[in-house]
């Protein structure tokens, strides 16, 4: 390896492994993800999935995600997708030859949700955008000022320490001011609660959907005889409508 770089986010980091050329290593490409998805099997991380999988040619895209296999779901109702997309993920599991299956988009991403009391709100004087900016300050910071160090500007933020709000009871206690100065808190005004939601929301025909993606490992299959045995093994798994496009598409009745 002579090269990587990582990015992450709220839930979720990926890591892009750039491998030496051929003639500088023993391993093929598809021998090194194989030793590293068994690494990843002998030491699990609590609460988290680790995928290993080959990174697509740059430019060339034979589907909306960079699994070479992929099946849709589409419907009205998210957390009922989101609930398929689950067992459609442990269906796909067990296809020979299917690996790093995973669903996008992916539930349970924490969150806080913020119910505004309007008419109390507009009694003592604060409004939506009041209480937003409030807890958007608490949680992603302001920008302060700009530092400059040679050709490059970064950002100053300024923000609450993390540890100072660890719940919904911390986001209730953020000051606010009501009219005339009067000193109140978020949940004077509004009730926070803790729950968990999709990471994004993605719609096809004004409908909702749910993409499952896998990489061919090969083991001796096809690409054909895998989404095959993949489709066949939905259809029957979770008893949804077949579709008629030709990337396998299911409706949720």
Known sequence: IYSRTAVENATQSTIDVQ???PDRRELTTDDWI?????AA?????AGARVLVRKSGVRGLRTSSRDGAVEFVLSGDS???LLALGERAREVMQDVPGLTS???TPKGGAPEFRVKLDRGRAAALGVTAADVGQTVRAALEGIVAGTFVSGDEEYDLRVRMERRALLNAADLENLPLVGRGGLPLTVGAVARVEEGTGPVEIEREGQRRVVRLSGEVSGGGRALGDVVGDAEWRLRGGLGL???SEVAPWYRVP
């Open 78 to 80: 998210l957390p009922t």
């Open 41 to 45: 099997g002998r030491s699990p991380i």
């Open 241 to 243: 409508a077949e579709g």
């Open 19 to 21: 491998l030496v050329g």
């Open 34 to 38: 194989a030793r590293m998805r068994a």
């Open 101 to 103: 299956v995973q669903v």
